[in-house]
């Protein structure tokens, strides 16, 4: 197995993680550094699609796979329709409530000769995930060490994080979660599911199931700025491509492929449950951008008010002085 | 505030947008066939209402730095805030201290603990609906931001 970090330091790291996530305290852009998040690296040109990744997946996080409640209660109005995924556990090529990873793959052309590459797909874990950071009752997530999740026992299942999302990774089961004991019939639509990159497992030091389990080494996981660096190393030793680095202003899922992404993006099927590799600009950052007027904001609102303050005190003195006279 | 017609009426406009732009960061324009009315579509852009929000909160900040500064300069000698003035003037400094820290939050690099997160988040939006609800209640009755501080 090929690792960057020692185990014990991932270990180590792990826990630091959790006791800051657990003492509820804010933590600061210092300290909560994006290069210090934990990434993977996937050396796609490794990748011989056996799919073994995928079933790891499955059988790993079963325990956390939806149980709907049937039948699914009634919406007014029912514009949005229920989503049922629960007889179609075994769907495998796309992503589903029950199927967190797949593998995507691509007929290319490389150096004169016809080849299928393949590529696993499953959340990108973006270093400022929107599906978390736009979710509006705080449902999904971030972890100290990158990795974004959806709460199950708070999600409600609007699916605004798959909207915001650049890939549209999450996906929904109805009739399961807290809508249930809410107003099932107004508001809420089930739970999101994603991969959550065995978070768990993170946490007690072990690796993910679809790394632990790869036969090919395709996946490396460590701290991000170390995965960086050997991305590119990776891609200038093969000639290949890098994806992930920077898309959506930068995610902890770095791809490197022989082939160029927009070829493979080409080539690949796309659509509901099946991400693209198109390039992708930062969601978050043109709002961002805004904060600049809001930190002038104040300032400007005082200085106009001292401003109103000074015209007035130099009306009532002109008004004195002609009384005077 | 009403001293200043201009600037009142510039706050009554971005209030309206601010609330409508903030109730469109939950998933139900869509699903009640608001975001379908032409003119209002919108409603249910995710991306979209989250730069209305976020330039209606620079005006808002800016107009409450405005109000603030005035009052304790210049009409503060003349006139008095009000008991229903002073619980809406507490509930806008609420709802800019929480919508600060969630435009911190949302910052690459910054990550809240979740605990943190789900307070900010439901007491921004219980604050906005004990505003609308104050703010109902002083259009009904005709209660007034200030009083002549010789009342």
Redesign the interface.
């Known amino acids: 197995m090929t690792t960057t970090i020692s185990r014990r330091s991932f270990i180590k790291g792990g826990i630091a993680a959790c006791a800051v996530a657990a003492s509820g305290i804010p933590v600061s852009a210092s300290g909560a550094d994006k290069n210090k998040q934990i990434a993977t690296l996937l050396d796609i040109g490794k990748c011989i699609g056996c799919g073994a990744c995928v079933e790891a997946c499955s059988e790993i996080n079963a325990g956390k796979f939806p149980e709907p409640k049937k039948p699914f209660p009634k919406m007014y109005p029912d514009r949005v329709k229920a989503e049922d995924w629960s007889g179609k556990k075994d769907v495998n090529d796309r992503l589903t409530p029950y199927n967190w990873l797949y593998i995507q793959s691509a007929d290319v052309t490389i150096n004169g000769e016809e080849k299928t590459i393949t590529i696993p797909r499953r959340c990108m874990h973006c270093t400022n995930p929107p599906c978390v950071k736009l979710c509006p009752w705080g449902s999904a997530k971030q972890l100290e060490n990158g990795i974004s999740r959806i709460d199950p026992d708070l999600c409600l299942g609007g699916a605004k994080c798959k909207e915001v999302c650049p890939w549209e990774i999450p996906q929904r089961q109805t009739g399961t979660g807290l809508y249930l004991d809410i107003l099932p019939a107004f508001a809420g639509n089930g739970v999101m599911y994603k991969c959550d990159r065995c978070y768990n497992r993170i946490s007690e030091g072990k690796l993910p199931a679809c790394i632990e389990v790869c036969p090919e080494n395709v996946q490396t996981i460590g701290p991000r700025d170390e995965i960086i660096k050997k991305a590119h190393a990776l891609a200038k030793e093969t000639n290949g491509y890098i994806y992930g680095e920077n898309e959506n202003g930068g995610t902890n899922t770095i791809y490197v492929s022989p082939v160029p992404f927009d070829v493979l993006n080409k080539a690949i099927e796309t659509g509901k449950g099946k991400p693209h590799l198109k390039a992708v600009a930062d969601s978050m950052e043109k709002a961002n951008n805004l904060v600049a007027a809001m930190a002038i904001a104040p300032i400007a609102g005082i200085a106009a008010a001292v401003g109103t303050f000074y015209k007035h005190s130099r009306k009532e003195n002109e008004v004195n002085k002609d009384e005077q006279k | 505030m009403s001293r200043?017609k201009n600037v009142y009426y510039i706050y009554l406009l971005t209030m309206f947008f601010i609330t409508l732009s903030g109730f469109g960061?939950?998933?139900?324009f869509?699903?009640?066939?608001i975001a379908d009315v032409p003119g209002l579509e919108w409603l249910a852009k995710?991306?979209i209402t989250?730069?209305i929000h976020?330039?209606c909160?620079?005006?808002i900040?800016?107009?409450?730095?405005?109000?603030?500064?005035?009052y304790l300069?210049?009409t503060g000698k003349k006139l008095k805030l009000t008991a229903t003035g002073y619980l809406r003037g507490a509930l806008i400094a609420g709802l800019i201290a929480t919508g600060i820290?969630l435009?911190?939050?949302?910052?690459?690099?910054?990550?809240?603990?979740?605990?943190?997160?789900?307070f900010?988040?439901?007491s921004h939006l219980t604050l906005v609906m004990l505003f609308l609800c104050t703010s109902l209640y002083c259009f009904i009755f005709k209660k007034k931001w200030t009083r002549d501080s010789d009342q």
């Open positions: 200043n960061q939950m998933p139900i869509k699903r009640y066939y995710f991306y989250h730069y976020y330039t909160a620079t005006l900040i800016g107009i409450t730095a405005y109000a603030a500064a005035d300069m210049l820290l435009v911190i939050r949302n910052f690459d690099g910054y990550i809240f603990s979740h605990n943190l997160i789900i900010l988040d439901l």
